[in-house]
C-alpha cells in the first residue's frame, strides 16, 4: 500500500539558511500534518492542513511557514535556522470522516542545522 | 488541556515474556486514544486505535490494548514479546473532536528485549 512519501530525507543546512521539506499525502488522503521530533524527545504538532486551508496550528515558530497545494502535498518552508531547529520532521495525513483521527505518518525528514 | 502520560520512561523484557506499557490520559470529552511504534530513526507506524465501542481493541504485530474509562488508561499488551519488538513506543491522543487536529503524545516507552 502506498504510504507517505516525505523529501528530502535528510537534510544538512547552515544557522541563518532556509529549507523547505515536502510531503506527499497518501493517495485520496485529504488532511495533513506536521510535527517536529527533538533528539529523544515525543513529536510536537506544527500544524495541519484540511482541503488547502490551515486546519490547526500547534508550537510552529513565526520564521515557519506551510501551506497545502491542490493536489494535496504539502511544504514545511523554514527560514532564519537555528541549531535548536535539528530535528525529525514528521508528515502525516488522513482522510476526513469516520477514520480522519487515524493520521498515518512519514518516515520523515531528518534535518541537522550547524 | 489534553495530556498524555506514560509513566515508565524504559522497560526491558524477555524474549517470550508478557508485555504491558501504560497510558494515562487527560481529556475532557470522549478520546480517541492510539498507539505507535517507533524504530530508532525511523518514522512512526500506527499499531491500534480506539475511538468507541468494544474497550479492548486489537493491533497489528498481536499487540492490545485495553480503554478503561474510569482508570483514564489505554494500556498496551502483548502475551509473548518478541526481539523485534524492541523499539520506542508512544501513546497518543486526539487533541479535540475535530478531524484535522493535532495528536498529543505521550513521552515514550522504550522496550528493550532481553535474551
Known amino acids: 500500500a502506498a504510504g507517505v512519501i516525505q523529501s528530502p530525507r535528510h537534510l544538512i543546512k547552515e544557522k541563518r539558511e532556509t529549507a523547505t521539506l515536502k510531503c506527499y499525502p497518501i493517495?485520496?488522503?485529504?488532511?495533513v500534518y506536521w510535527y517536529q521530533q527533538g533528539p529523544g524527545q515525543d513529536p510536537q504538532f506544527l500544524i495541519s492542513?484540511?482541503?488547502?486551508?490551515?486546519?490547526d496550528k500547534g508550537s510552529i515558530p513565526d520564521r515557519f511557514s506551510a501551506q497545502q497545494f491542490s493536489d494535496y502535498h504539502s511544504e514545511l518552508n523554514m527560514s532564519s535556522l537555528e541549531l535548536g531547529d535539528s530535528a525529525l520532521y514528521f508528515c502525516?495525513?488522513?482522510?476526513?470522516?469516520?477514520?480522519?483521527?487515524?493520521?498515518?505518518f512519514g518516515p520523515g525528514t531528518r534535518l541537522t542545522v550547524t | 488541556a489534553q495530556s498524555v502520560t506514560q509513566p515508565d520512561i524504559h522497560i526491558t523484557v524477555s524474549e517470550g515474556a508478557s508485555l504491558e506499557l501504560r497510558c494515562n490520559y487527560s481529556?475532557?470529552?470522549?478520546?480517541?486514544l492510539f498507539w505507535y511504534v517507533q524504530s530508532p530513526g525511523q518514522g512512526l507506524q500506527l499499531l491500534l486505535k480506539?475511538?468507541?465501542?468494544?474497550?479492548l481493541v486489537q493491533g497489528i504485530k498481536g499487540f492490545e490494548a485495553e480503554f478503561k474509562r474510569s482508570q483514564s488508561s489505554f494500556n498496551l499488551r502483548k502475551p509473548s514479546v518478541h526481539w523485534s519488538d524492541a523499539a520506542e513506543y508512544f501513546c497518543?491522543?486526539?487533541?479535540?473532536?475535530?478531524?484535522?487536529?493535532?495528536?498529543?503524545f505521550g513521552k515514550g516507552t522504550t522496550l528493550s528485549v532481553s535474551s
Open positions: 493517495p485520496r488522503h485529504d488532511t
Open positions: 481529556y475532557g470529552a470522549t478520546p480517541y
Open positions: 492542513f484540511y482541503e488547502k486551508m490551515q486546519s
Open positions: 497518543a491522543v486526539g487533541a479535540s473532536g475535530q478531524a484535522g487536529t493535532a495528536l498529543i
Open positions: 502525516a495525513s488522513s482522510l476526513r470522516g469516520a477514520s480522519s483521527y487515524e493520521q498515518y
Open positions: 480506539y475511538f468507541s465501542g468494544d474497550t
